[in-house]
């Protein structure tokens, strides 16, 4: 009957001589001599087993490691890269006081933009969306290498970054149901793009935490969650501008009817003015501007050369037209004579006398 073992090459070299060996090579790759079985008295045939290279053997049995959580860290700094950017955008142009542009929903982007509810404390909430994140983006950065500055654990890490996500997925929730109740009617696609990015960042940071890390962290979840509530509407709550007061009132446009007729000085002016390229600015709901037109009376009025600064009408937030915003308008009516910026409701004879009309009519 012949015996079975596993030895080395060196252990089949070294017993070739006799008995006679004969090599197979198995499934395995491993080398097999067998034995056959020798009917001499003196003969003791030893069962020996050698071992292969220990390094291959580790080297096969390692399984190799998975690369899905490297896969979701990176995903979390690329979701945090494109919303710096974007926010990035929008806080250009909150300090800029510059017009958005939005592809879908038209001036609705900036009139969410410039209200109340895009600011925190006095602060453009852009800028904060900026800073978190940037942060969320540094953190899954510095989570895919292999060490993290300053001694800080991975763990420790992660639950900064768990912090941050919640906080800023719940505060997108916040600015959904605002989006949804005073903007009715409103689109807002930057808003509707940081929300999907702010959710998608903290379904990531869960699961790559996992279900049983984020059970222990609930508690600091919750905490997040109701500071971030009570900061919200704490600050929504103390603004009092004039524009948070008309968060619900919206004025569609009406060209204002002058009934008055034109003295013969007025129209001399009117004329004079449109000559020397002067143009009054004012607004459609404005009473001053009004009360200005009408010592024009309804002839001489047609001849100014009138520019309205809410052509399409006023609701909370709306910004003046970009011919109005560009000579910095700051009060209505607003003539510019000259060169000359003079605000405010005149007397025909001021305007005569700032214009330079010399027309020897009196005005009746």
Known sequence: MASFVNISPSCCSFLSRWPPIRHHRSVSQRRVCFFNKISHPRLLVLSLKCSQNSESDSETSVPSPSSSGDFTIKLSAAIGGIGFLETAYLTYLKLTNSEAFCPIGGGSCSDV????????????????????????????????????????????????????????????????????????????????????????????????????EMQKAMGLQLLVASLV?????????????ISSSLAEVELPYYSPEITVPSSPFALSLARHLQSIGAKMYGAFW???????????????????????????????????????????????????????????ELELPELARVSGFNEPVQPS
Request: hydrophobic content about 45%.
């Open 229 to 241: 509530l009570i900061t919200l509407n704490t600050s929504f709550a103390s603004s009092k501008s």
């Open 113 to 212: 933009l410039n209200s109340d509810y895009a600011l925190l404390f006095g602060v453009p909430l852009p800028l904060i969306g900026m800073a978190a994140y940037g942060l969320v983006a540094a953190i899954s950065i510095q989570l895919s290498g292999e060490d993290l500055p300053l001694g800080v654990k991975k763990s420790d890490a992660q639950l900064v970054l768990l912090g941050s996500t919640t906080s800023m997925a719940v505060a997108s929730a916040y600015f959904l149901y605002i989006l949804s109740t005073k903007f009715s009617g409103s689109f807002c696609s930057y808003c509707l793009l940081s929300a999907l990015l702010s959710f998608g960042l903290f379904f990531i940071t869960v699961k790559d935490l996992g279900w049983r």
């Open 286 to 344: 404005c009473s001053h501007c009004l009360e200005q037109k009408e010592m024009f009376g309804r002839e001489a009025v047609k001849l100014l050369d009138y520019v309205e600064c809410f052509p399409e009408g006023y609701r909370t937030g709306t910004k003046m037209t970009k011919a109005c915003t560009d000579v910095k308008i700051e009060g209505f009516p607003t003539w510019i004579i000259n060169g000359q910026v003079v605000s405010g």
